[in-house]
């Protein structure tokens, strides 16, 4: 099991910018595809975008692209979120996940405790 701790979390206002980062407790973090996750307040928990091992391919959910970008560092066990040009809409619980397999939206094993993104208009 991987133990997941995000942080980068805050609040901004319509239009900044916030970097997220997650730190994963494994040996071999580049065996595994990681992906970030939201959930907003009274909505399910919905896929944000993936990475796969060595960071070669990407995936991202429609309303992030252009203004999100995932990216990950393996000598760091690292996955970071730049997010842009951030909107309300863009307020939400953001967790990240490791999964074995390189399946954008897909979800596998535990969850961190997630850091709260607030974006003000």
């Known amino acids: 099991q991987v133990l997941l701790v995000e942080s980068g979390g805050g609040l901004v206002q319509t239009g900044g910018s916030l970097r997220l980062s997650c730190v994963a407790s494994?040996?071999?973090?580049?065996?595994?595809?990681m992906s970030w996750f939201r959930r907003a307040p009274g909505k399910e928990r919905e896929f944000v975008a993936a990475i796969s091992y060595s960071g070669g391919r990407t995936y991202y959910e429609d309303s992030v692209k252009g203004r999100f970008t995932i990216s990950r560092d393996n000598a760091k066990n690292t996955v970071y979120l730049q997010m842009n040009s951030l909107k309300p809409e863009d307020t939400a619980v953001h967790y990240c996940?490791?999964?074995?397999?390189?399946?954008?939206?897909?979800?596998?094993?535990?969850w961190g405790q997630g850091t709260q993104v607030t974006v003000s208009s």
């Open positions: 494994t040996r071999t973090f580049s065996s595994y595809a």
């Open positions: 996940n490791a999964n074995p397999g390189y399946m954008p939206g897909r979800a596998l094993g535990s």
